[in-house]
RNA sequence: UGUCCUGUGGUGUAAUUGGCAACACGUCUGACUCUGGAUCAGAAGAGUCCAGGUUCGAGCCCUGGCGGGACAACCA
C-alpha cells in the first residue's frame, strides 16, 4: 500500500480565500514567508460569538502558518472606551484556549508615531484643519450618487496648518472646532475618499494616556500604521471595511511606511434567532431585559461561558462554519450541535428529575436501600462508575408519565411496564390524585428478577426512564435556558423593534428539582449531562453550596419531542 | 440613479484552477440501544441567479442583464 505522505508544512484543514491568498503571498515572497496576524478589538464592549470567529481565525491562521498572532486593542476613542472591557476581552481570549505570548499592544502606545505621520502628511500638502462644523463637513460630503464640494479651509498653507495643529495639540480649541483631514479627492465615487477626518479634537481623558492628548486619531489612520508598526502581513477584518482598504493603502503610501500590510476582508458572522450588535446587546443589558452581559441567553463568549459551552466546542463551530466573502446567516442549531457533540464526549451522566412526581413501589420492602451501579459516560470508560441509592420511594419526571398515552409513547402509564434505569422493570397499578385531580403519587410494582445485571434482566420493555430516590434527592434550582428570541431574524422587520421579538420563555426557572446525591459536592461550573433531559453545569454567580443552582446549557437531542411537533 | 463586494441543495462551506458538483448541519428511512441520547447503515434534496458567447467540454473564462450586501460618524 502507498502510504499518502502529508507535507508537513501543510495543514490538513480545508482551504479558505485567506490561506490561499496567503499561499501566494508565500510563492511570491511578497512577506518573506511569514505571517503575522493580530486581532484588534475596541475596548468598548463585551466580545460575543461574532469576535470568537475572528479570534479563532486570526490566532488559528497564525497557528496553522507557525506564524504568531497579536492582541491589540483599538483604543483610539476615549470616550466609549474602558478598562473593564480591556480586562474581560483578555479573559475570554484566553479562555478560548489562545496566547498573544508578549505581544499585548494598544494603538494608544503609538500616539506619538501616530502624530508624527499626521505631520509628514501636512508637510506634503496631504492634508489639512478645516473649521467647518460636523454639520457642515456632512453636508460638503455629498451622498453616494452625488459628489462632494472642496471646503473653504482646504487650501491653506502648511505654515498655517502646522500652526494650526500645534494648537489643536495643545488644547487651545473646543472639541470641534478644528478637525485634521487627508486631502484626496472630494468627489471621488468612494466616500471614504472625501477628504477623510485624520485627527479630531477631544478634550477627555483617555484610559491609558490619561490627559496627555486632547487630540485623537480616527480608526482609518491608526488602523494601518498600527498593522504597519507591528510587522502585521495579513490584516484581516470584516466586509464592512472593504471601501476603506484604499484608504488603509493610501495612507501608508503617503507616509512612506516602510511596511505595508495586506488588508483581507470576511462575512462576519450571523446566527439566526440571535442579535449581534454591541448597540442592541448593550441595550438588553441596559433596560434589563437580560442579567447583564453573561446572562446565559446572551451571544457573548462570557454568557456561553457560564452557560456551560466549552471553548473546544466554539472553536469546533468557528472551524466548521468556514470563511468567505458572502453575507450568510448560519443555524444557531449548528452551535446547539457542536457543544453537544463535546458534551457528550467528555460529560458524565447523572440523573435529575426536573418537574417530579412521587412513585411508591408498593412491593418493595420498607427501610431498604439499595446501592446500584451506574455508568459515568459511556462514551469515556475511564469515567469510571458510581452508586446510586435505590429505594422505595422515589420521583420520575411528570412527562415521563400519561395516564391516557398516545401511540408509540414509550413511557409509564397505568397497566404498562417500564424500566427504571440501572435498576427494575416496574408497572404502573395506580394513580393516586388529590381533590382537584392532580397526580400525587404513581403506585407501582416491581418484578425483583429483572435488576440490572442480572442475568434474567434481559427481558423487553419499550421505555426507560431516570429517577431519583426520594429520600436521598438532594434540592437544587435549575435555570431552563431557551432561544432570547422567538424569530428567525429578530432585526429583519424593519417595521417592528427587535424587542418585540424577545421569547417571553426563554429563562424558566424550577426551583423544586431533585438530583441524585452524587451532585452534592458539584462545584461552579462542572458540567453533566442530565439523563434524557440534555446538558447542564454548575452556575457561577448564584450557585451556593447546599443550594446549588443548574444553567442548561442546551437540550438532548429529542426525537420524542419532535414527533409530538408534527 | 455612483463605487466596491457577492450570488453553488433548506443552511454553511468545497470542487486539485476548464473534466461526471463534494462535505458538514438539517430532513427522512432502517438497525442497535437499560438515555426516544450516542452509534451504525441508507435515502431524498442543487445541475451552480438569468441570457448569450468561447470550448470536444464551463460552477470556474468572456459579454450583457438580474438579485443581495456595504458606503453619506469628528465610531470602530
Known amino acids: ?42 475596548p468598548n464592549g463585551y466580545l460575543h460569538i461574532g469576535h470568537a470567529k475572528s479570534i479563532c481565525l486570526n490566532f488559528g491562521l497564525a497557528e496553522e502558518y507557525k506564524g504568531k498572532c497579536n492582541l491589540r486593542f483599538d483604543d483610539t476613542n476615549p470616550v466609549k472606551e474602558d478598562v473593564e472591557y480591556v480586562e474581560s476581552i483578555q479573559t475570554d481570549i484566553r479562555w478560548l484556549g489562545f496566547d498573544w505570548e508578549k505581544r499585548l499592544y494598544f494603538a494608544s502606545d503609538y500616539f506619538e508615531q501616530f502624530y508624527e505621520y499626521a505631520l509628514v502628511l501636512i508637510r506634503k500638502g496631504k492634508a489639512y484643519v478645516d473649521s467647518l462644523s460636523a454639520d457642515e463637513i456632512r453636508e460638503y460630503r455629498g451622498t453616494p450618487t452625488e459628489p462632494g464640494k472642496e471646503s473653504p479651509y482646504r487650501n491653506r498653507s502648511v505654515e498655517e496648518n502646522l500652526e494650526l495643529f500645534e494648537k489643536m495639540k495643545n488644547g487651545e480649541f473646543k472639541d470641534g472646532e478644528h478637525i485634521l ?47 504597519s508598526i507591528e510587522g502585521i502581513t495579513h490584516s484581516v477584518c470584516t466586509l464592512e471595511f472593504e471601501n476603506h482598504r484604499p484608504l488603509y493603502d493610501w495612507f501608508l503610501d503617503e507616509v512612506e511606511a516602510p511596511h505595508h500590510p495586506q488588508q483581507i476582508e470576511f462575512a462576519r458572522l450571523n446566527l439566526s434567532f440571535t442579535v449581534m450588535s454591541k448597540r442592541k446587546l448593550l441595550q438588553l443589558v441596559n433596560e434589563n431585559i437580560v442579567d447583564g452581559w453573561d446572562d446565559p441567553r446572551m451571544p457573548t463568549i462570557s454568557a456561553y461561558r457560564r452557560r456551560g459551552y466549552t471553548p473546544e466546542s466554539i472553536r469546533n463551530f468557528a472551524e466548521e462554519v468556514g470563511v ?17 457533540d463535546h458534551l457528550n464526549k467528555i460529560a458524565n451522566r447523572v440523573m435529575a428529575v426536573i418537574n417530579p412526581v412521587k412513585l411508591v413501589i408498593i412491593n418493595y420492602p420498607e427501610n431498604v436501600v439499595e446501592e446500584l451501579e451506574a455508568i459515568n459516560n459511556p462514551e469515556d470508560e475511564t469515567a469510571g462508575k458510581r452508586k446510586i441509592p435505590f429505594s422505595k420511594e422515589l420521583f420520575i419526571e411528570q412527562t415521563d408519565f400519561m395516564e391516557d398515552p398516545p401511540r408509540k409513547f414509550f413511557r409509564l402509564s397505568p397497566g404498562k411496564e417500564v424500566r427504571l434505569r440501572y435498576a427494575y422493570i416496574i408497572k404502573c397499578e395506580d394513580v393516586i390524585k388529590d381533590d382537584d385531580g392532580n397526580i400525587k403519587e404513581i403506585h407501582c410494582t416491581y418484578d425483583p428478577e429483572t435488576k440490572s445485571g442480572m442475568s434474567n434482566s434481559n427481558r423487553k420493555v419499550k421505555g426507560t426512564i431516570h429517577w431519583v430516590s426520594a429520600q436521598h434527592a438532594i434540592e437544587a434550582e435549575v435555570r431552563l435556558y431557551d432561544r432570547l428570541f422567538n424569530s428567525e431574524d429578530p432585526t429583519g422587520d424593519k417595521k417592528k423593534d427587535f424587542l418585540e421579538f424577545i421569547n417571553p420563555d426563554s429563562l424558566e426557572i424550577k426551583t423544586d428539582c431533585k438530583l441524585e446525591p452524587s451532585l452534592a459536592d458539584a462545584k461552579a461550573g462542572d458540567k453533566f449531562q442530565f439523563e434524557r433531559n440534555g446538558y447542564f453545569c454548575v452556575d457561577t454567580r448564584y450557585s451556593k453550596p447546599g443550594k446549588p443552582v443548574f444553567n442548561r446549557t442546551v437540550t438532548l437531542r429529542d426525537t420524542w419531542a419532535k414527533m409530538q411537533n408534527k
Do not use: Q
Open 181 to 227: 483631514r487627508a486631502k484626496i479627492d472630494m468627489s471621488s465615487p468612494n466616500m471614504n475618499l472625501r477628504d477623510p477626518a485624520v485627527y479630531r479634537i477631544r478634550n477627555t481623558s483617555h484610559h491609558r494616556t490619561g490627559d496627555k492628548w486632547c487630540i485623537y486619531p480616527m480608526y482609518d489612520f491608526a488602523h494601518g500604521f498600527s498593522d
Open 1 to 42: 500500500m502507498e502510504e499518502k505522505k502529508v507535507n508537513e508544512n501543510e495543514s490538513n484543514l480545508p482551504k479558505n480565500f485567506i490561506k490561499e491568498i496567503i499561499d501566494e503571498h508565500n510563492k511570491s515572497g511578497r512577506f518573506n514567508n511569514k505571517v503575522h496576524t493580530r486581532f484588534p478589538p475596541e
Open 324 to 340: 468567505a466573502k458572502r453575507n450568510g446567516v448560519i443555524d444557531v442549531g449548528r452551535l446547539e450541535y457542536a457543544i453537544r
